[in-house]
T-cell receptor
Framework: ETGVTQSPTHLIKTRGQQVTLRCSSQ?????VSWYQQALGQGPQFIFQYYREEENGRGNFPPRFSGLQFPNYSSELNVNALELDDSALYLC??????????????FGPGTRLTVL | DAKTTQPNSMESNEEEPVHLPCNHSTISGTDYIHWYRQLPSQGPEYVIH???SNVNNRMASLAIAEDRKSSTLILHRATLRDAAVYYCILFGSARQLTFGSGTQLTVLP
């Protein structure tokens, strides 16, 4: 069974650019969540997708957007990058159905540096 | 979201039990108590969760106070590989994990 994978591992962008991060969920998982983790802090929830629809969003501006595909893989897009967007971006998948509280399985993350 | 309070750091000796406390006085009746840990340079890893009763799995035990306002994660025999940041999280109807700053566990050889 393949775990959650993310690509790329590292990425360097300049302020104002756009970036797309990718996540492949664990087999059989239909829910994907994205988190931002600044250095020295705990992960912060960005949003969650369940069966290709957004199913909850944290306190992030609209320039953070996402997609989930029919195979349940997902993308996180960030437009107009700012220096504060530099962080580790984590993807987590779960076999959740509505009303359940299953654990989430995290990928290793993508380290984004904005210069 | 209901919040949790954890000590910033704790130390333990290798092969001794470790009790990591968490206070969650504003927990609601439908909130589950989840624990995750994050090893250096890795994504968080699920450890255990519970609602009202104490729980055991291969990694740890979770002891939940009768009033559910606090809980304790128990590692029965700490190893050097258990050195990590441990997060106590209330997982409720919003179905999103709200991480705090966690407890940095140092295991001494």
């Amino acid at each position: 069974e393949t775990g959650v994978t993310q690509s790329p591992t590292h990425l360097i962008k300049t302020r104002g650019q756009q970036v797309t991060l990718r996540c492949s969920s664990q087999s059989g998982h239909n829910t994907v969540s994205w988190y931002q983790q600044a250095l020295g802090q705990g992960p912060q929830f960005i949003f969650q997708y369940y069966r290709e629809e957004e199913n909850g969003r944290g306190n992030f501006p609209p320039r953070f957007s996402g997609l989930q595909f029919p195979n349940y893989s997902s993308e996180l897009n960030v437009n107009a990058l700012e220096l504060d967007d530099s962080a580790l971006y984590l993807c987590a998948s779960s076999p959740a159905v509505r009303g359940s509280y299953n654990e989430q399985f995290f990928g290793p993350g993508t380290r984004l540096t904005v210069l | 979201d209901a919040k949790t309070t954890q000590p910033n750091s704790m130390e333990s000796n290798e092969e001794e039990p470790v009790h990591l406390p968490c206070n969650h006085s504003t927990i609601s009746g439908t909130d589950y108590i989840h624990w995750y840990r994050q090893l250096p340079s890795q994504g968080p890893e699920y450890v255990i969760h519970g609602l009202t009763s104490n729980v055991n799995n291969r990694m740890a035990s979770l002891a939940i106070a009768e009033d559910r306002k606090s809980s304790t994660l128990i590692l029965h025999r700490a190893t050097l590989r258990d050195a990590a940041v441990y997060y106590c999280i209330l997982f409720g109807s919003a179905r999103q994990l709200t991480f705090g700053s966690g407890t940095q566990l140092t295991v001494l050889p």
